[in-house]
């Protein structure tokens, strides 16, 4: 079974630039998370889709991120404009339902300089 | 605020030691998981307990719950150098099922 893929790995932008990042979830898992991932902190929960539906976005920056789950599979993040604290990893993961295993991507290393 | 931390922040064993790191949470939960994170990669899933459960196994791993003082434990036993990660605890928030990280326990396992 194929897992989570996304992409790019490894993205380096200036301040103020917009970035995108795309995520293909394990074949048959409604539910898809984005989190972001400060160095040395925990992933925090940005996004939540159920199906192509949004669960929570309590702790989206409205204001600079976007997200949008086309058809129920793939998702993309993403960041208009970019700032100097955005620097982080952003994981995406899915899971069967809401209350089964999440199963994480490798990550989308982002720097903004 | 988190709802789970993680303690210690950073543990340094010897192969073949045991290593325990504990999660403690603020309000009532339906599931806790356990992940490690090795450097510069994503999220492994160890292991998901239910608020009904009080221990799990899975090879080398013991997870235990409990309820009463909102904590969990989690524990490797005859530890590999390859066990050295970060290992996160999450927990949901009531009957929310969003999934709140904690700040992770850094392992390190000295061959």
């Not at chain 1, 394990?26 to 040395?40: C, R």
């Not at chain 1, 925990?42 to 159920?50: V, W």
């Not at chain 2, 450097?39 to 309820?67: A, F």
Request: hydrophobic share 30%.
């Amino acid at each position: 079974e194929a897992g989570v893929a996304q992409s790019p790995r490894y993205k380096i932008i200036e301040k103020r630039q917009s970035v995108a990042f795309w995520c293909n979830p394990i074949s048959g898992h409604a539910t898809l998370y984005w989190y972001q991932q400060i160095l040395g902190q925990g992933p925090k929960l940005l996004i939540q889709f159920q199906n192509n539906g949004v669960v929570d976005d309590s702790q989206l920056p409205k204001d600079r991120f976007s997200a949008e789950r086309l058809k129920g599979v793939d998702s993309t993040l993403k960041i208009q404009p970019a700032k100097l604290e955005d620097s982080a990893v952003y994981l995406c993961a899915s899971s069967p339902r809401v209350q089964e295993t999440q199963y994480f991507g490798p990550g989308t290393r982002l720097l903004v300089l | 605020s988190q709802q789970g931390e993680e303690d210690p922040q950073a543990l340094s064993i010897q192969e073949g030691e045991n290593a325990t790191m504990n999660c403690s949470y603020k309000t009532s939960i339906n599931n806790l998981q356990w992940y490690r994170q090795n450097s510069g990669r994503g999220l492994v899933h160890l292991i998901l307990i239910r608020s009904n459960e009080r221990e799990k196994h899975s090879g080398r791993l013991r997870v235990t719950l409990d309820t009463s003082k909102k904590s969990s434990s989690l524990l490797i036993t005859a530890s590999r150098a390859a066990d050295t990660a970060s290992y996160f605890c999450a927990t949901d928030s009531g009957g929310t099922y969003k999934y709140i990280f904690g700040t992770g326990t850094r392992l390190k396992v000295l061959a």
